[in-house]
DNA sequence: CAGTGATCATAT
DNA sequence: ATATGATCACTG
């Protein structure tokens, strides 16, 4: 699939998915339907990104580099709530000396995503799942003050040393949650007293809550 | 049953 | 180990 020259070629390849099943795409492209996600977690998410001809890979970029796009599927009941919460970045817990909420790379993952909601119920099988139409999003302003406030306040806490205080409660819209193959990982982390220790990685989330929000704009 | 913490596959 | 793509699953 070659990339997306224009916005516009992207959104009219993305309408065209609309209504699809993950079964009816799997096919066209030649791919496997897995009977479940378990083993297989990022499986609709390379299927719509090889649909849409996103570059491949697992690179620390833009999902279309030359868009400045950044493509999230979206999985949600037969309500249009949200599932999950959303996978943004990792949190660097190390080196992160006043850097700037505009210098962040939550916030140029964030500046324009494209998102697609996904009907992935889990008592819907997988095969069945339809594609929903998806839709671009820039962050208004106070989407885009939420946003960083939660990143603040995480940094700030990430470089005092306040790690291991931090839960996916903490923030409003971003949260920070585990990361990692599992929970025995570890990574270079600020201690509590402002040295070096060994800490479980993390990653940025956007809540569901937030996404529903996303939703509501876009649809009603 | 929502939300937090844990986990899975793959590429580099 | 770190980055990509996320969902699983336990707990209150």
Redesign the pocket.
Known sequence: MKTPQTLDELMLRCRALAGLTLGQLAAELGHQVPV???????W???L??QALGASA????EP?FPELGV????L?IDQHGKPL??T?V??APLTGINQQLWQDSWVCQKLSLVLWLPLL?E?SIPVAERVIGTGFLWQPDSKEQQLLQQDWEELMELIALGGIDQI???HGQVL?L????????????AIGEAGQPIQA??R?FYL???FTQQLLRKAFG
């Open positions: 479940h996600l378990k083993q297989d977690k990022g609709a998410g390379q719509l990104e890979g697992s690179k620390a999902d950044e493509l999230k599927t999985p999950e919460s996978y970045c990792v992935a889990r839960r996916g409660a949260q949650r585990p990361k990692a193959a599992n929970s025995k990982a570890l990574t270079a479980l990685p990653g809540k569901t809550s």
